[in-house]
């Protein structure tokens, strides 16, 4: 197969699930029963040739598994059956990254992310998390969400309006979606999850997740250690750090080090549009003159983008990773003019995908002052990078109530095959520390397969990372210990 990366983040396509309605009994998630699965139908710009031969469904779920037996919610699912039913191994279960990714929009419109392998072989089968997309999303007033303050604050006042904010935005997000709000934390998904396994019958559940999908593979295992056949954790999570520091250490660190891999490139690559020049200082710079509003917003040239936008634009661009274009980008920024229009206020009701964040992680910062440390410390680590995209997902939470489902150290058992972390080197968004981490967790119950390349996920990096997870998945060959994948150069 033709080795193109597809990276792990991707936008969310909202609009009504096609599918058949069922009601799960609720009472436990391995009550069986019969799923009424339909076509896909093509939604907005879905190519309608791509969507053919997906399947969709809507499981009735409780909102609250602590309630099993309380209201319920449609959780959005499809699938693709096994291309060679004689060989079928089972289902392979794939969960979205984020948060916010669509998993039936991976089963749709995104299914050549799997090896025609792993299609052949199993049915492959996704959703959409509970309050996005397609699952009782968490939807919010765009105007208010617009106002969303920056996570650079400069004063307790700053601090002080963040909290206001923040709590006014629940109370608009919870009264336009309705009581799952209160719900949407990745415990509760375990519990979905494994609904889905009943719902199809099986036994076991081989499952693949990617990015932020990695804490729910994680958590499914320790949860149903017995229920899971095989389990992939691709770009890893560590839900694990104690504190607000060690959680933006394990963030900005990664960051840090692919800009350090792209100044790297472009002082050697004679074709970057940048080289033989100083990118360090460049970049310097147009963090400054963004912070005096000089620098325009490259999806939107006309309004200024702020310092963390600009910062976390730049971030985006390492998934792939695409370092000409990011050098092409930041020659383009320092040419250009300062902006001078502004931005519309949007109307309606959206998505806020980023909200089942602050129910999975306890990330207190107690007042302003401290706040600043955290900034401060930030600043003289990581100096090319002391924004890393995350710092937002703290200012989100503050002032918010403590998470559903707090960090823990993993406490996996009775896997009779253990996990397989998958892991670059170079990620910028889950570092290769943090994968470390988890491996150390799972003990004898995790292995590491290391890609020595770049990027935000590595299954389709190269033919040795392919096909070292589709021998696991399809034949549980477990690679031995500290087994690596050669670096693939990036072809943009």
Known sequence: ?????????????????????????????????????????PEGKDDPDEVKGSQCATLQLPIDWHHPDGPTFGLAIARRTAKSPSERVGVLVFGPGGPGDSGVDRIKTGISRFSPELQDRFDIVSFDPRGIARSNPVMCSAALLSQQPSPLLTSQADFDATVRFNRTLATDCRKNTGPLYDHIDTWQTVRDVDAIRSALGEAQISFHGSSYGTMLGAQYAETYPRRTRALVLESVHDHSSPTTRAFLDSQAAPVEDSFDEFVKWCDQATDCVLHGRDVRALWADLLKRAGNGE???????????????????????????????????????????????QAPVPTGLVNNTLAPFCQDWNLPVRDYR???????????????????????????????????????????????????????????????????????????????????????????????????????????????????????????
């Open 1 to 41: 197969m033709k080795f193109t990366r597809r990276v792990l983040a991707g936008g969310v396509a909202l609009g009504v699930a096609t599918a058949g309605l069922i009601t799960l009994p609720v009472s436990a998630t391995t009550t069986k029963t019969t799923i009424q699965w339909s076509d896909c139908k």
């Open 370 to 492: 401290e706040y600043a440390g955290l900034l401060d410390r930030l600043a003289r680590k990581y100096p090319d990078m002391p924004y890393p995209g995350q710092l937002m997902a703290v200012s989100n939470c503050l002032g918010g109530p403590k998470s559903n489902n707090p960090q823990h150290v993993l406490k996996v058992r009775d896997l009779k095959t253990p996990v397989l972390l998958a892991n670059a080197i170079h990620d910028p968004a889950t570092g290769y520390a943090s994968a470390r981490n988890v491996e150390r967790q799972l003990g004898k119950y995790g292995v590491l397969l290391t890609y020595e390349g770049w990027g935000h996920g590595s299954y389709n990096s190269s033919p040795c990372m392919l096909s070292t997870i589709d021998a696991y998945l399809i034949d549980r060959r477990v690679p031995k210990r500290g087994t690596s994948c050669a670096a693939v150069q990036p072809t943009g």
């Open 295 to 341: 620098i325009p917003d490259p999806r939107r040239p006309t309004v200024a983008i702020t310092p963390f936008n600009l910062s976390f634009t730049v971030f985006r661009q390492f998934y792939d990773p695409d370092w000409r274009a990011l050098a092409t980008m930041l020659k383009t920024l320092d040419e250009s003019e300062p902006p001078t229009g």
